[in-house]
């Protein structure tokens, strides 16, 4: 039996639409209205296409954006002292700064120059810190969008076996740590594979959700997946293919086509994951604006 397409985009249309109405509440009650400040550095089109999406997206849920945007040269000392008025400005809760930033910018540095109250990104070390004492702070978007994704889906996480594919800060690591708290929508046993595991299809095979954010397409194959598992593929991958006018296309990490027909339930991409991100850091910005001082 083919498995139930978790779908991202409609989830993540339900979540906007909440907090519409909240944001339209606000305004009718004479409050301030949430801002998102987005700093692009460079002309990466990628960072270009995706803060248009941030700010589109912004938009349509009644979130003030504005975009700070430099020349790829800018310096690590301008770029800082750009965050620091930010960090000042009362019109704005949230600060996002596009990833990745040009080589001679020093990512983590610019990072910790974030106002933790502002960090909408969840990157911030005092928010991953209070991620990992379960204590209330911002949640990095994407693992806070898989987790919203199996709970607005009716998957029970408690008490189940969650494997989780990849180990990077901005995925595996805090999605780990999100999972196995003792809290609601999370309380599960986490297992986490990377590259330095031995045998990553016997850990698979165990999983009841598998969580794949490695990067690599068809990292994942059919075998790989016990059958009936929740399968949540956070990859987005370019491959070629002809027949596209870009010339290209975007998959997952999961060879999709093979294990929707083993999974119970599977995220498609694009159309899973992908939305929830954008959606989360829209989230975490009301919940910025919310938060008493
Ligand atoms: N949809 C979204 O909104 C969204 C957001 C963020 C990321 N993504 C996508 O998610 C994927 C992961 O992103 P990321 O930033 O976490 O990537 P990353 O920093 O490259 O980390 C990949 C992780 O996967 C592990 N890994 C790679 N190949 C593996 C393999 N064959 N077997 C087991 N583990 C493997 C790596 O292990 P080591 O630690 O040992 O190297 C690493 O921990 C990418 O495709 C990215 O584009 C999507």
């Known amino acids: 039996m083919s498995a139930k397409i978790i779908d991202g985009l409609q989830v993540a249309a339900s979540m906007r639409q909440e907090m519409k109405a909240q944001i339209d509440q606000r305004r009718q009650a004479g409050r301030q209205i949430p801002g998102l400040a987005v700093v692009l550095v460079g002309d990466n089109p990628a960072s270009i296409s995706y803060v248009r999406g941030k700010r589109k997206m912004a938009a349509e849920v009644g979130i003030h ?48 120059t974030i106002d933790p109250g502002k960090d909408v990104d969840g990157l911030h070390p005092v928010n991953l810190g209070r991620l990992l004492r379960q204590e209330e702070g911002f949640l990095p978007c994407t693992p806070f969008g898989v987790q919203q994704l199996l709970v607005r ?74 059958a009936g598992a929740v399968v949540i593929d956070v990859g987005v991958n370019r491959v070629e293919d002809a027949t596209r006018k870009q010339g290209y296309r975007l998959v997952g990490d999961v060879d999709f086509s093979a294990v929707k027909e083993k999974a119970s339930a599977i995220t498609p991409v694009p159309g899973g994951v992908g939305p929830m991100t954008i959606t989360m850091l829209l989230h975490n910005t009301l919940w910025a604006a919310q938060r008493p001082d």
């Open 65 to 112: 954006s504005e975009e700070h945007r430099f020349p790829a040269d800018f310096t690590q000392a301008q770029l800082t002292l750009v965050i620091a008025t930010l960090n000042q400005d009362p019109a704005i809760h949230g600060i996002l700064v596009q990833l990745p930033l040009p080589p001679h910018i020093d990512e983590s540095a610019i990072i910790n």
């Open 153 to 226: 889906s009716q998957i029970p996480v408690a008490g189940r076996h969650v494997v989780v594919v990849g180990r990077s800060s901005l995925v595996g690591r805090p999605l780990a740590n999100m999972l196995l708290q003792k809290r609601e929508g999370a309380n599960a046993t986490v297992t986490v594979c990377h590259t330095g595991t031995q045998d990553l299809g016997y850990f698979t095979r165990q999983a009841e959700i598998l969580v794949v954010a490695a990067g690599r397409a068809a990292a994942i194959t059919a075998d790989m997946v016990q």
